[in-house]
């Protein structure tokens, strides 16, 4: 099957994204009072960033609406562990070197409680969400041929997790309980944008580019608003499972889908885009350095923030350089094995 661009363009956006918004926590600013351009900024960049984690899980939903449930689809999560106590181990024993890791023990039970690696919060939530998929899959597609199916399931799943945080704005009025389910709502939108792509894509261009701008502008306004002269407000509605976060979701997937993407980056694309938890995982470590030598460097805590723009590009290729070389280097015995079985 030829490999999708597209798709590695979402995924490869999706990791700089999770590397760039994690600035926001790094550099100070969400201990920033917002009170001048340079805060509205940034929580105009946060709006397009947070959307990090729901354009992995929608490439999820993309690309594995179809898998069926077998021993070899449950094996399938054991690279995911691998890589998660590889790089866990290789955090903790690097910060040991160097004075800043805890003791042994706390470390192993840090793997189990998804805290010796900082970010390892998403891995908890993959896994359980990895075994649900093959039940998630008999669900969309058992009545397919029904007229508006598929529309009904988003539609359900959105109104328990995203609805929520826009309705219960100012008292709750409907249920929100569902909320934490977030991850199964970007699943099925995923797996929506796949069997529904063509029709999608036929969206205007000028329609789409409005639609985010129109998005974009009012979201900024009233996260502005509502952090105005204090720290910024982190509320459900620009939450993952927020109402905000959810359409800047789509759109921006869709926006991505109209980008064409050129032949020699692709090979680029497809590196990031095998290595994002890798990245992911190993951007805990990288951090803690580029941030502390940041830090350090640019003490004031508007200087720092006003140099994201230097700060990131750093992060990230760090990030991605040190995890693609031990993604791969954990990939090897899985490699072996493919080898042998062709």
């Not at 900024?220 to 109402?243: I, P, V």
């Not at 991505?256 to 680029?268: A, D, E, G, H, M």
């Not at 508007?302 to 991605?320: K, L, T």
Request: net charge positive; aromatic share 16%.
């Amino acid at each position: 099957m030829k490999r999708n661009s597209s798709i590695d363009l979402m995924k490869s956006s999706a990791i700089f994204f999770v590397v760039s918004v994690h600035f926001l926590l790094n550099s100070g600013f969400y201990d920033m009072t917002i009170h001048s351009t340079l805060g509205i900024i940034w929580i105009g960049m946060r709006t397009i960033l947070i959307t990090c984690v729901p354009l992995f899980l929608v490439a999820t939903g993309f690309l594995m609406n179809r898998k069926q449930l077998s021993a070899q689809y449950v094996l399938g999560i054991v690279p995911v562990i691998v890589s998660y106590l590889g790089i866990s181990l290789l955090v903790w024993g690097t910060l040991s070197a160097v004075g800043k890791g805890s003791d042994f023990s706390t470390a192993i039970n840090g793997i189990f409680d998804y805290s010796t690696d900082s970010y390892s919060w998403y891995v908890e939530m993959y896994l359980g969400l990895y075994l649900f998929i093959p039940l998630l899959n008999i669900i969309w597609n058992y009545k397919k041929e029904i007229k508006n199916y598929h529309l009904y399931i988003v539609f359900i799943s959105s109104l328990l997790t995203f609805i929520p945080s826009l309705l219960n704005s100012f008292g709750k009025v409907i249920p929100d309980y569902w909320q934490i389910c977030y991850p199964v709502s970007y699943y099925f939108i995923g797996a929506y944008l796949y069997t529904y792509q063509e029709e999608i894509k036929k969206i205007s261009n000028i329609k789409i580019i409005s639609l985010f701008t129109l998005a974009l502008a009012t979201f900024t306004l009233t996260d502005t608003l509502a952090s105005w002269n204090r720290e910024f407000q982190w509320l459900d509605h620009n939450d993952y499972f927020g109402y905000q976060t959810a359409i800047m979701t789509v759109l921006i997937i869709i926006i991505i889908w109209k980008i064409p993407v050129p032949t020699w980056s692709q090979r680029l694309l497809k590196s990031l885009s095998t290595a994002t938890l890798s990245i992911y995982l190993i951007s805990d470590l990288t951090d803690q350095f580029v941030y502390g030598f940041f830090k350090h460097e640019i003490p004031n805590l508007s200087q720092r923030v006003m140099a994201g723009p230097m700060i990131i590009p750093v992060a990230f290729s760090s990030a991605a350089l040190v995890g693609i070389l031990v993604g791969k280097i954990l990939g090897l015995p899985f490699k072996k094995k493919e080898n042998r079985g062709s």
